[in-house]
């Protein structure tokens, strides 16, 4: 069965510095999301991207967040200067022509 | 912006019994779904429901969609160790829009 897949599994950065986490959706998906999760707590979303432009964002995704969709397969998203408060697991997502949106194992990333 | 709020918080059943969690949300959805997280994985998809009223099982899964599209429950019967983790309700106001996400609902089961 298809899946979306993310790496690292575990980034460790130190404050300021820049992080890229990669996500590679499910082949045939056109809608691409971002959430993350702050240990113990709800899963949030960030970004929605479509047709290759964001389609919505949420107020967590301030300038110091981008995504990327540089080739047909991967999908980025880029933390320019970390803080500690982005220590969580980010999740990447994709969706088809349906509602149903199929969730990848996360990046958990810990920031020093 | 939109709240959901689940109960209960979290529940420690005996293997074998039966679950019962709720969802209720500050406005109307017209997607409702139930995600399973085990601990270090990402959300899994066990129920989408997309009409008011409608009661929709998967296996020992049964959840259905309010009539007033505010609210949700999920059932789960005859429980088994595998079925711990914490399960999260989360609406969706049109396709392809964000999923919002409940606080979750934390399962034990005793063996």
């Known amino acids: 069965e298809p899946e979306v897949t993310q790496t690292p599994s575990h980034q460790v950065t130190q404050m300021g510095q820049e992080v890229i986490l990669r996500c590679v959706p499910i082949?045939?998906?056109?809608?691409f999301y971002w959430y993350r999760q702050i240990l113990g707590q709800k899963v949030e979303f960030l970004v929605s991207?479509?047709?290759?432009?964001?389609?919505?964002k949420s107020e967590i995704f301030d300038d110091q967040f981008s995504v990327e969709r540089p080739d047909g397969s991967n999908f980025t998203l880029k933390i320019r200067s970390t803080k500690l408060e982005d220590s969580a697991m980010y999740f990447c997502?994709?969706?088809?022509?349906?509602?149903?949106?199929?969730f990848g194992p996360g990046t958990r990333l810990t920031v020093l | 912006g939109q709240q959901l709020n689940q109960s209960p918080q979290s529940m420690f059943i005996q293997e074998g019994e039966d679950v019962s969690m709720n969802c209720t949300s500050s406005?109307?959805?017209?997607?409702w779904l139930w995600y399973k997280q085990d601990p270090g994985e990402g959300p899994v998809l066990l129920i989408a429901?997309?009409?008011?009223?409608e009661l929709t099982s998967n296996g020992r899964l049964t959840a259905q969609f309010g009539i007033t599209r505010k609210d949700s429950f999920l059932n789960i019967s005859a429980s088994i160790p595998s079925d711990v983790g914490i399960y999260f309700c989360?609406?969706?106001?049109?396709?392809?829009?964000?999923?919002?996400f409940g606080p979750g609902t934390s399962l034990s089961v005793i063996p």
């Open positions: 997502a994709s969706s088809a022509n349906s509602d149903t949106q199929y």
């Open positions: 082949s045939n998906h056109l809608y």
């Open positions: 991207f479509y047709n290759n432009e964001i389609s919505e």
């Open positions: 406005s109307i959805f017209n997607t």
């Open positions: 429901l997309y009409k008011a009223g």
């Open positions: 989360a609406g969706q106001e049109t396709s392809y829009d964000k999923v919002i």
